[in-house]
């Protein structure tokens, strides 16, 4: 009756009022407000000509209006909640579902909200003989076609391994990572896919798997990739080969592990007490407007405020999903978002410097479906940003995706998600802002500190960038802007314009353009096509090479020289170009003191002397020896039966370096010269002091040596340098001057 009432009574108000609409046990349309009003509807009232029934297990039996069956046991019935109740008959929705995650505090990815440790913690400690070895599989839409083994390739025994049909298929295009501790003598990986077609989900519209082995390939360094899957299409099966690592215990680093200290060592890993001066807090940049060059640290700021916003771009709310912060142990807060909603901010105080953890994680059912979960993650995000507005961490895809492929990935619930990020609340350096900072300037700038010597005062004039006679310097306009007339403004030029006040570089030049032309015009620039082309050479007609081709100097005429040119000839001279008389050369002893002295001979040959000694280094030593004969000659003093170094040096200069042929003696001061030819080094052997200069063939002072840089014995003259040829030497000694030829091989 009550029930009747109502209906008749909401009939006769003028409302417009509706309740939400639910639909009974028996799939009659019925009030949302009756259920758990406090009367029983077991069909015992009727709501638009059908009787009411929310008497079942599904409502809760009325939310507890109607009188639950004797033998019915109410309580949470799913085993995974943390308050299962296994004698319960009768869910009465009040299961509690853990948060799942690593729960080992020293692992790096360890979750401080997690109640339920889903074997994901890694950072695992190997023992001797093992190392560590990370396996990053990621599977196609067909899991449950997957399955691995790693076995020891030492006993051939399995360290580990997944058959096929082990994986749900809520871990469908999921990546796996097993943190695994391995023989050090090393594993081998046989990968299996009992379809046969590998992980290549592409083929079937979905998307394709991968299968990577990382390890430290050298001790003590960072991760390296041992193995990674050569193609996703592998067939039946893939093999990785043998993989070794080895093990290693980081050394220890003895110093200073305080960072506020001077003597604070970075790469430190035991304090050793080295630690006695404190650094001086202040601004260290030396262009800042602050800067304090007795500060040794910089101060910043220890805390400031950041925003976390979430987001929902379908604005139904998170549901049972929650981002968590924490700086270093400290759990800073945990956030959601209800529905009706697309952004929520949330203000954080975080420390400087201290590392910061936004966790995502969902603690819905197990047995909610994947599809839902997944619906529920791609269109949530989040962004933590500093108080510039610049974005430290963020998750998902911020603006959010047109295509739908989702913020935050989608898993399979349980799970969650971990980001990390340093945030800096900057330190307590003024910038340096330059500027004009009197008042009364026109270019006073009330955000500077600092005078840049910028302050101008009102200038009058034409300030328009566009006028013919704009005043750079005018900051008031006076209204005696000029139009501009463009144009070529150069009087010689063929499209001269006499109106015209500013050069376009319009005009033309005609002329020839041709650089290499003797008639070029470097202000040409439209060819007259009456370039010709210039020819270099003697343009003398009285000059030995001249060119009757050359239409341009170049400096090179060489005079008619006449003289012998045969270089077999006695008079034979290098410099000259046009032949005259050659005369023979007749080689013998030219010297009238010498036993076989020759008035024929023009050119020295072998000159033999009676040197008057009695003993000597051959028999008879005075006549057949010419070696010993020039000993004499060039110092008497061997001629007696002292037969010191100094002969025996000369006598070996003549036997042994250098025919005596070779030599060139002149008389009064005793200098030779060998070899000749020369090579890269002229002995001269001299009495005293001379000076040197050497000649070319054209006459160029090529070498000059002063006699303060000559002694007395044996000299040697580096002309490495000069090109092969004949050059002329020049000995000045007692005010006389002496020239020989000399050949360059």
């Known amino acids: 009756m009550r029930k009747l009432i109502y209906i008749l009574l909401i009939l006769t108000l003028a409302t417009n009022a509706q309740d939400s609409i639910f639909v009974d046990c028996v799939g009659n349309e019925a009030p949302e407000n009756w259920l758990g009003d406090g009367y029983c509807d077991n069909e015992a009232y009727a709501w638009g000509g059908n009787f009411i029934d929310f008497n079942c297990e599904e409502f809760g039996y009325d939310n507890g209006d109607c009188p639950i069956p004797i033998d019915t046991v109410p309580g949470c ?11 319960a008959n009768f869910n009465d929705g009040s299961c509690e ?17 997690a109640e339920a440790d889903d074997n994901s913690c890694v950072g695992v400690s190997c023992s ?18 997957t399955g691995w083994i790693l076995t020891d390739i030492t006993t051939g025994q399995p360290v580990d391994n997944v058959v096929a049909g082990e994986y749900s298929y809520e871990e469908a295009n999921q990546t796996i990572v097993y943190d695994l501790c391995v023989p050090e003598t090393g594993v081998e990986l046989i990968l299996s896919d009992i379809y046969g077609d590998g992980l290549e989900g592409s083929l079937f519209g979905g998307t394709d798997g991968n299968f990577v082995i990382l390890g430290d390939a050298e001790p003590c360094g ?9 193609t996703a299409g592998f067939g039946s099966a893939a093999y990785s080969g043998p993989i070794w690592l080895e093990q290693c215990d980081l050394p220890i680093v003895e110093g200073c592990t305080n960072n506020t200290y ?4 970075p790469g430190a890993n035991f304090d050793d007490g080295s630690c006695e001066t404190l650094h001086t807090l202040g601004c260290i940049n030396p262009n800042a407007f602050n800067f304090n060059p007795q500060a040794t640290l910089n101060e910043i700021v220890p805390t400031c405020n950041y925003t976390l916003i979430i987001e ?3 604005g139904d709310g998170w549901g049972d999903c929650y981002i968590g912060v924490v700086q270093e142990d400290s759990i800073l807060g945990t956030y959601t978002m209800g529905p009706g909603s697309y952004s929520q901010e949330f203000g954080i105080t975080l420390e400087t410097d201290k590392p910061v953890k936004v966790y995502y994680f969902e603690i819905a059912s197990p047995q909610t479906p994947p599809a839902e979960v997944a619906f529920q993650t791609m269109h949530n995000s989040f962004r933590l940003i500093n108080s510039a507005g610049d974005i430290s961490l963020q998750g998902g895809v911020y603006p959010f995706a047109d295509n739908g492929a989702g913020a935050l990935k989608a898993y399979a619930p349980p799970f969650w998600q971990v980001y990390t990020g340093l945030p800096f609340c900057g330190d307590y350096c003024i910038p340096t802002v330059y500027g004009c900072l009197d008042e009364q300037s026109l270019n006073y700038n009330s955000d500077a500190n600092t005078n840049d010597g910028s302050c101008i005062e009102i200038v009058e ?4 960038p566009f006028a013919f006679n704009y005043d750079s310097l005018a900051n008031v306009d006076d209204n005696s802007c000029v139009p501009v007339v463009v144009g070529c403004m150069d009087n010689v030029a063929w499209n001269y314009n006499f109106a015209a006040n500013t050069e376009d570089g319009s005009c033309l030049y005609f002329g020839c353009m041709d650089e290499a032309a003797d008639n070029y015009d470097p202000i040409a620039n439209v060819d007259n096509g009456a370039c010709f082309t210039t020819v270099f050479g003697c343009t003398d007609p009285e000059a030995f090479n001249y060119n009757e081709e050359a239409n341009t100097e170049d400096f090179s005429c060489v005079p008619f020289i006449y003289g012998c040119m045969d270089s077999t000839a006695f008079n034979y001279d290098p410099l000259a170009n046009t032949d005259d008389e050659c005369e023979s050369i007749v080689e013998d002893c030219m010297d009238i003191l010498a036993y076989n002295y020759n008035e024929f001979a023009n050119t020295e040959g072998e000159c033999l002397y009676d040197a008057g000694c009695i003993d000597g280094p051959g028999i008879p030593y005075w006549l057949n020896d010419s070696c010993y004969a020039w000993v004499i000659m060039i110092d008497p003093y061997c001629c007696n039966n002292e037969w010191d170094d100094k002969c025996q040096q000369i006598y070996w200069s003549c036997s042994w370096d250098s025919p005596l042929d070779t030599r060139d003696l002149l008389r009064g001061h005793d200098i030779v010269m060998y070899p000749n030819p020369m090579g890269d080094i002229l002995n001269i052997l001299i009495n005293g002091p001379v000076g040197i200069e050497v000649y070319d063939v054209s006459g160029k002072l090529v070498i000059r040596v002063n006699e303060s840089q000559t002694s007395k014995g044996l000299n040697q003259l580096d002309v490495s340098l000069l090109p092969a040829g004949i050059y002329n030497f020049n000995i000045t000694y007692d005010n006389n001057i002496s020239t020989t030829k000399v050949l360059k091989r």
């Open 461 to 464: 004039g034409c300030t328009s």
């Open 97 to 113: 579902f853990p948060v799942f995650g690593c729960t080992d505090p020293e692992a790096p990815n360890f979750n401080p909200w």
């Open 128 to 145: 001797d003989g093992e190392a560590k070895m990370i396996l990053e599989l990621t599977l196609d839409q067909y899991p449950g076609e």
């Open 262 to 265: 001077i003597e604070f060592n």
């Open 312 to 314: 929902d771009d379908g």
């Open 77 to 87: 019935m799913n085993m995974l909640a943390l308050n299962y109740v296994p004698e």
């Open 222 to 230: 960072s991760l390296d990739t041992l193995w990674a899957l050569d």
